[in-house]
C-alpha cells in the first residue's frame, strides 16, 4: 500500500489494478454500469456470503422485493423523495403502452417494502421482524463514476428491521455494529465509526451511523450505513401493531446498507504495484498451484501436483490448479495480479526434497514447507494472512489519525482528524472550510482520547469527532 | 397429488398451497411483481445452488450484466426484436431528464451481453466461452399472472456460450441436455424433451428445445429451455475470432434458461391435499423436530430435542427446531403445509423407549427409529424420498402420455399424445385442431416406440411428436 497517493495517481492505479485482475469491464454502453466478469463475481459473492452467514446467525430472514416501486408508494415520505428524487430512473412505458403510474427503480427498497410490511405486522407477536435482501439498486449519479466505488447500477445489500418500541430498535443498532465488527474481519477491512451529524443523515433517518475507510489518497470512504429511523417511515406508510394492551402502536424500524464498495475499498487498501491482494476469507483460489515442469518430466511433476491440489481440496481450502502450457514466470505473474493469497510451487527439486515452495502475496515472502506437513500449514498460513492484513491495515489507520484540539496556522491535513465539536453547525463549518475536509460525525469507537474542548471555538465539546476528505 | 384436475380448482389449489406455506406475497401494488418471502426464496436459492453446482463443475463462469440495455444494442437482431418488443419495460426518465437513448429492462441478454462478448473475444484461444447469470429479468406478459408460473419480474438463469463452429456448439447443447438431467433429479422433476418445431423456436434462434413437465391440469409447462443459434446473433453483434490459418470466423452460440418456473413446477408436481411436498435436495428445513412435552418435563424434554436437532445439524442436515409454545398437532400441521420432509418427534414415552418417532411428508408415513441410529437413518430416509418422489412422478407421467397414430372420431386427449409427424405445418395444424392442443415438438427421448406414420396424413412420420395442452 502506498500512502498520500495524490488523485491522479491513486485513479490511474485503481483502475489498473482492476484491469489486470480483470474484475470488471467499464466497456458496456451505458455510463456507470459495468459488467462484473467471473472472477470479480466470485469475490463479490464471496463477500455476499460473509454477510448472509452473520445474518442468518442473528435470525434475520433473506426477502427478495421486487425491483420497480409506484411512484405513489415512492412519495409518501418526503424527506425520503427529497434526498432520491434527483437520482431515479423512471420507468413510463411498457410494450406500447404508456404506463398510467410511472415506476422507478429502486434506489433503495424502503418504499417498496414498507406497504408490504404494513400487511406483515399485526400484533407485537410479529416483532421483531428482521429481513434482509441482496439486489441491484439504481442511481442516477451525476458525479465522475469508478468501478465499485461509484456506479449508476450497485450491488446492494439492506437489512429492514421493525420493533416494538425506540430501545429495541437500538438494541438491534448495537447487533449490527457487532455485525459490522465481524465482516469488516472477514474482508480484512479497519474502519472508523462514526455518528453523521444531522445535515448529513439518511434522507427520513432519526440519525445515521457511518463506517469508513481510509483510502490511500487520504481520503475517506462510507462503506456501510446503519440508520435509526424512529417512527419516521412507519407513519406516512401507516406500519403499527396491537400491544398487549390492545392498543395501536407505530413500530420503531432500522436498516444497515453495504454495497459493492466493499469490493472498492479491499482493492484500495490492500493493493499494492504487483496488483491487488485479497483477503482468504474472500478470495476466489485461496491457493494457486503451479507445477514447474520440463517435457521429460512433465507427467510426473503434473500427477504430484494435481495430486498436491486435490489434498487441498479435499481440505476445503478453495484451490485452483495452473497446469497451463505456459512459462512459470508468467503465471506468477497472472495469479499476482489477481491477489491469490498464496502459490504452491512444485517441481522436481521440491519432490526430491519432500517439499513445497510457498510464495505469500502479501508480504512478497518465500518459504520451503514439507510436502507432508502442507495442508496443515496452508490453513494456518492462510488464517494468519487473514490476521495479518486487517492488523497492518488497522495500524496505518490508527497511525494515520491526528488529534486536533486546535488547528495549528498554515496546517494541512493529510488523512483524518478528530476534533473537539461544541454541538454548533457554525463551528462544524468553519473546520470544513479552515481543513478543507468533511465532518464526518461523532466518533463512536474511541480508541483515542476525548477532546475537550471545541477545536474551533474552545467551548466545551459535546464529542469527539472524525474530519476528512471525502469520496 | 391429484390427476386431472380441473383448470379453477387446480388455481384455488395452487394458489392456496402457496399461501399456506407463505412462499410468496402477491399483494405488492405492481401486477404480476410478487414479494418472495423467506421461506419461499430459501427454496429458490437452493434451487440456485443446485444449478450452480452443475454449471461450476462443467467450467462455466458465472458473470452478472447490467439489468439495462440501450435501445441501440437491443435493435440489431430483428427476429429477436420483433420476438420481444411488444413485452419490454422501458427507462426513458432520470433524475429530471429526459434520456437521450432509452434504456430497456432485459427481458433475457442477449443483447446486453453480445456487445462485450464481441470484445473478450479474439481468437480461438478465448474459445469456448462458457458464462452463466442468474438474475432478475422482465416482461410485460398481458396475460393472466400466477406466482412463479408467469409472471413480470423474473427470477432468471441465462446460460451463454459461444464456440469456434456448429459442432463444438452442438456439443455444448449435449451438456446441457446432461446438466438438465441432472438439475431435474435435485428438484424431483420428471420431464419431456421436446425439439420446438420451426414456428415455435425463441426468437433468433436455429433451434430450440425445451423442457416440459406434466402439470395436474393435464396442461404441459415449459421449464426450462436450450437454444442453438448458430451464428443468429454473432453476424449482427459481429462477434468473431481469428482461426489458427488467421481468418476471421463468426462463433456459434447456444443458451440455456431456466427460471423461477422449477418453484412453481414442484409445488404442482409434489403439493397434495396438506400441502406443499418439498424433495429434500432443496427443501429450506429437511426435519423439523418437534418435542412432546408438558410442564413437569419439559427441561428433560426440550434439552434431548436440542440435542438431537444439533446431531443432525453437525452431520450437515438442515434442521429446524421448534420449541414454540404451541401443542404438537399446531405444529404438525404448520409444518406439513410447508412441505417439510421428516418431522422427527421426541416424547418422554420415545426417551423412555430409546426412539425417535419419524414422520414422512411425501406418504404420510410413521415409524419409529431407534435414537442411536437416528442420523444415519435420516439421512438414508431423505435420498430414499428424493428418489421415490421423482420415481412416482416419472411413473405418474409416463401413464399419462398417448400414443396416437391416428385421431379415433371423438376422441379427447387428456393429457399429452404422442403423434407422428410427416413434417408439413398443415398436418401439424390439424392435429392442434383436432385435439384442441399444441404442438410441442419432437420427442427428443423417445421412451416409448416411434410412431411410423404421420397421425394426420398417414404420409411417412419424420418424427414422433408430442401434443397437450399448455400453459
Same mark, same amino acid.
Request: proline share 5%; hydrophobic share 40%; aromatic share 10%.
Given at each position: 500500500?502506498?500512502?498520500?497517493?495524490?488523485?491522479?495517481?491513486?485513479?490511474?492505479?485503481?483502475?489498473?489494478?482492476?484491469?489486470?485482475?480483470?474484475?470488471?469491464?467499464?466497456?458496456?454502453?451505458?455510463?456507470?454500469?459495468?459488467?462484473?466478469?467471473?472472477?470479480?463475481?466470485?469475490?463479490?459473492?464471496?463477500?455476499?456470503?460473509?454477510?448472509?452467514?452473520?445474518?442468518?446467525?442473528?435470525?434475520?430472514?433473506?426477502?427478495?422485493?421486487?425491483?420497480?416501486?409506484?411512484?405513489?408508494?415512492?412519495?409518501?415520505?418526503?424527506?425520503?423523495?427529497?434526498?432520491?428524487?434527483?437520482?431515479?430512473?423512471?420507468?413510463?412505458?411498457?410494450?406500447?403502452?404508456?404506463?398510467?403510474?410511472?415506476?422507478?427503480?429502486?434506489?433503495?427498497s424502503e418504499t417498496a417494502m414498507y406497504p408490504i410490511f404494513k400487511l406483515w405486522i399485526r400484533s407485537h407477536a410479529d416483532l421483531p421482524l428482521k429481513?434482509?435482501?441482496?439486489?441491484?439498486?439504481?442511481?442516477?449519479?451525476?458525479?465522475?463514476?469508478?468501478?465499485?466505488?461509484?456506479?449508476?447500477?450497485?450491488?446492494?445489500?439492506?437489512?429492514?428491521?421493525?420493533?416494538?418500541?425506540?430501545?429495541?430498535?437500538?438494541?438491534?443498532?448495537?447487533?449490527?455494529?457487532?455485525?459490522?465488527?465481524?465482516?469488516?474481519?472477514?474482508?480484512?477491512?479497519?474502519?472508523?465509526?462514526?455518528?453523521?451529524?444531522?445535515?448529513?443523515?439518511?434522507?427520513?433517518?432519526?440519525?445515521?451511523?457511518?463506517?469508513?475507510?481510509?483510502?490511500?489518497?487520504?481520503?475517506?470512504?462510507?462503506?456501510?450505513?446503519?440508520?435509526?429511523?424512529?417512527?419516521?417511515?412507519?407513519?406516512?406508510?401507516?406500519?403499527?401493531?396491537?400491544?398487549?394492551?390492545?392498543?395501536?402502536?407505530? +413500530?420503531?424500524?432500522?436498516?444497515?446498507?453495504?454495497? #459493492?464498495? %466493499?469490493?472498492? @475499498?479491499? /482493492?484500495? &487498501?490492500?493493493? !499494492? *504495484?504487483?496488483?491487488?491482494?485479497?483477503?482468504?476469507?474472500?478470495?476466489?483460489?485461496?491457493?494457486?498451484?503451479?507445477?514447474?515442469?520440463?517435457?521429460?518430466?512433465?507427467?510426473? +511433476?503434473?500427477?504430484?501436483?494435481?495430486?498436491?491440489? #486435490?489434498? %487441498?481440496?479435499? @481440505?476445503? /481450502?478453495? &484451490?485452483?490448479? !495452473? *497446469?497451463?502450457?505456459?512459462?512459470?514466470?508468467?503465471?506468477?505473474?497472472?495469479?499476482?495480479?489477481?491477489?491469490?493469497?498464496?502459490?504452491?510451487?512444485?517441481?522436481?527439486?521440491?519432490?526430491?526434497?519432500?517439499?513445497?515452495?510457498?510464495?505469500?502475496?502479501?508480504?512478497?515472502?518465500?518459504?520451503? &514447507?514439507?510436502? !507432508?506437513?502442507?495442508?496443515?500449514?496452508?490453513?494456518?498460513?492462510?488464517?494468519?494472512?487473514?490476521?495479518?492484513?486487517?492488523?497492518?491495515?488497522?495500524?496505518?489507520?490508527?497511525?494515520?489519525?491526528?488529534?486536533?484540539?486546535?488547528?495549528?496556522?498554515?496546517?494541512?491535513?493529510?488523512?483524518?482528524?478528530? &476534533?473537539?465539536?461544541?454541538?454548533?453547525?457554525?463551528?462544524?463549518?468553519?473546520?470544513?472550510?479552515?481543513?478543507?475536509?468533511?465532518?464526518?460525525?461523532?466518533?463512536?469507537?474511541?480508541?483515542?482520547?476525548?477532546?475537550?474542548?471545541?477545536?474551533?471555538?474552545?467551548?466545551?465539546?459535546?464529542?469527539?469527532?472524525?474530519?476528512?476528505?471525502?469520496?
Amino acid at each position: 500500500m502506498c500512502a498520500h497517493m495524490k488523485e491522479d495517481e491513486f485513479s490511474e492505479w485503481y483502475n489498473t489494478l482492476i484491469e489486470n485482475a480483470e474484475l470488471s469491464d467499464k466497456r458496456y454502453p451505458v455510463k456507470g454500469m459495468n459488467v462484473w466478469t467471473p472472477y470479480g463475481w466470485r469475490i463479490m459473492t464471496n463477500i455476499d456470503a460473509a454477510i448472509r452467514r452473520e445474518l442468518d446467525a442473528t435470525g434475520h430472514g433473506e426477502v427478495c422485493f421486487p425491483l420497480l416501486v409506484p411512484a405513489t408508494e415512492f412519495e409518501k415520505e418526503a424527506q425520503h423523495i427529497k434526498g432520491f428524487s434527483d437520482e431515479v430512473y423512471w420507468v413510463t412505458r411498457a410494450g406500447g403502452n404508456e404506463l398510467d403510474v410511472p415506476l422507478l427503480l429502486r434506489p433503495t427498497s424502503e418504499t417498496a417494502m414498507y406497504p408490504i410490511f404494513k400487511l406483515w405486522i399485526r400484533s407485537h407477536a410479529d416483532l421483531p421482524l428482521k429481513t434482509y435482501q441482496i439486489v441491484n439498486v439504481f442511481r442516477y449519479d451525476t458525479k465522475m463514476t469508478r468501478s465499485f466505488i461509484r456506479v449508476r447500477e450497485i450491488h446492494f445489500f439492506e437489512s429492514h428491521t421493525c420493533h416494538v418500541d425506540f430501545e429495541d430498535a437500538e438494541r438491534q443498532i448495537a447487533e449490527n455494529l457487532e455485525i459490522w465488527s465481524k465482516v469488516s474481519k472477514d474482508l480484512a477491512l479497519p474502519y472508523m465509526v462514526a455518528k453523521r451529524p444531522e445535515w448529513d443523515k439518511f434522507p427520513g433517518a432519526f440519525y445515521t451511523i457511518g463506517f469508513d475507510v481510509l483510502m490511500p489518497t487520504g481520503r475517506t470512504m462510507q462503506m456501510a450505513s446503519i440508520h435509526q429511523y424512529k417512527t419516521n417511515f412507519a407513519v406516512p406508510y401507516e406500519i403499527t401493531y396491537e400491544d398487549e394492551k390492545g392498543e395501536h402502536q407505530h +413500530v420503531h424500524q432500522t436498516t444497515y446498507g453495504m454495497s #459493492e464498495r %466493499l469490493v472498492g @475499498a479491499i /482493492i484500495a &487498501v490492500h493493493g !499494492d *504495484d504487483k496488483g491487488i491482494v485479497l483477503p482468504p476469507v474472500v478470495a476466489p483460489h485461496q491457493v494457486v498451484v503451479v507445477p514447474i515442469f520440463r517435457k521429460d518430466d512433465a507427467e510426473e +511433476v503434473l500427477g504430484a501436483a494435481r495430486q498436491l491440489a #486435490e489434498e %487441498l481440496d479435499e @481440505a476445503g /481450502i478453495r &484451490v485452483k490448479m !495452473d *497446469d497451463r502450457d505456459l512459462r512459470p514466470g508468467e503465471k506468477y505473474y497472472h495469479w499476482e495480479r489477481r491477489g491469490v493469497p498464496l502459490r504452491l510451487e512444485l517441481g522436481p527439486r521440491d519432490m526430491k526434497h519432500g517439499q513445497v515452495m510457498v510464495a505469500i502475496r502479501d508480504t512478497g515472502e518465500k518459504a520451503a &514447507v514439507r510436502r !507432508d506437513e502442507i495442508v496443515g500449514r496452508v490453513e494456518e498460513m492462510l488464517a494468519e494472512m487473514q490476521w495479518r492484513m486487517l492488523d497492518k491495515a488497522e495500524k496505518d489507520l490508527r497511525e494515520r489519525i491526528t488529534d486536533l484540539p486546535d488547528i495549528p496556522y498554515g496546517f494541512e491535513l493529510e488523512d483524518v482528524g478528530r &476534533v473537539g465539536w461544541c454541538g454548533e453547525e457554525d463551528c462544524a463549518t468553519q473546520m470544513e472550510v479552515n481543513l478543507e475536509v468533511v465532518f464526518l460525525g461523532e466518533d463512536m469507537d474511541m480508541k483515542g482520547p476525548a477532546i475537550e474542548r471545541c477545536t474551533t471555538c474552545g467551548g466545551t465539546a459535546r464529542m469527539t469527532a472524525y474530519v476528512s476528505k471525502t469520496y
